[in-house]
């Protein structure tokens, strides 16, 4: 079974991201950060009090079952009011709940964590890459979509030259990446966010193999 290692960001990255929204309604995830006391019950209500000392409005919280499930957008409809009220959906889960909550809502999203690597990896089937799993996450500036993957050269300051109509150069069936976050960030109102400049990074945050207590 695969389970997504996550570690919180920091409560300064988190204020920072959440810069210029007050009103948050805060997901958790049932099942990775639960299991390792990320993102679970207990602590999405210590965000809720960290956030409410911070002055934000939290409008509401809950824990859905799987973050990254395709039933995720059914389970928030009960939700769908306070979530409506709030300026953005801050999801305690690995960067995968946090994309599919994301693209399923059409909603500004931001990662309460940096997911660090995958725990156990399952054979046989077909997948498509949506994080590294680098703990530098950065998909709270990109509407919830994650360059460093998606994009073949990894860039994360807007597109290379090749892009052409939309399309990136090295795989002409494949949209570029940077043309989807555009479209993403345009939608939201947040298209300032594109002009924050990315500095250098490690990507490969946590050393290999990686390794993960449950905190006690």
């Given at each position: 079974m695969i389970r997504s290692i996550t570690?919180?960001?920091?409560?300064?990255?988190?204020?920072r991201l959440l810069d210029g929204m007050g009103r948050i309604f805060i997901i958790g995830c049932g099942t990775c950060t639960t299991l390792t006391r990320t993102g679970g019950a207990p602590e999405?209500?210590?965000?809720?009090?960290?956030?409410?000392?911070k002055?934000?409005?939290?409008?509401?919280?809950?824990?859905?079952?799987?973050?990254?499930?395709?039933l995720t957008p059914e389970i928030l409809n009960d939700h769908g009011s306070r979530m409506n009220q709030a300026d953005a959906l801050l999801v305690m889960s690995c960067a995968f709940g946090v994309q599919t909550i994301g693209s399923q809502l059409g909603a500004m999203v931001i990662p309460a964590q940096d997911t660090i690597f995958i725990g156990k990896e399952?054979?046989?089937?077909?997948?498509?890459?949506?994080?590294?799993?680098?703990?530098?996450?950065?998909?709270?500036?990109?509407?919830?979509?994650?360059p460093v993957t998606a994009c073949h050269k990894g860039l994360?300051?807007?597109?290379?030259?090749?892009?052409?109509?939309?399309?990136?150069?090295?795989d002409v069936n494949k949209d570029c990446?940077?043309?989807?976050?555009?479209?993403?960030?345009k939608d939201l109102g947040r298209i300032d966010t594109m002009r924050k400049y990315q500095k250098p990074r490690n990507h490969l945050g946590?050393?290999?193999?990686?390794?993960?207590k449950v905190p006690g």
């Open positions: 570690q919180q960001k920091s409560v300064e990255e988190i204020e999405v209500e210590e965000m809720n009090r960290t956030l409410s000392d002055g934000k409005v939290v409008t509401g919280t809950t824990v859905v079952p799987v973050a990254c499930d395709n399952s054979p046989g089937g077909g997948f498509n890459e949506i994080c590294t799993q680098c703990g530098t996450c950065i998909i709270g500036e990109t509407g919830g979509v994650c994360v300051n807007g597109p290379c030259g090749g892009t052409n109509n939309g399309s990136c150069e090295i990446v940077w043309t989807v976050i555009y479209n993403r960030l946590e050393p290999s193999p990686g390794k993960f």
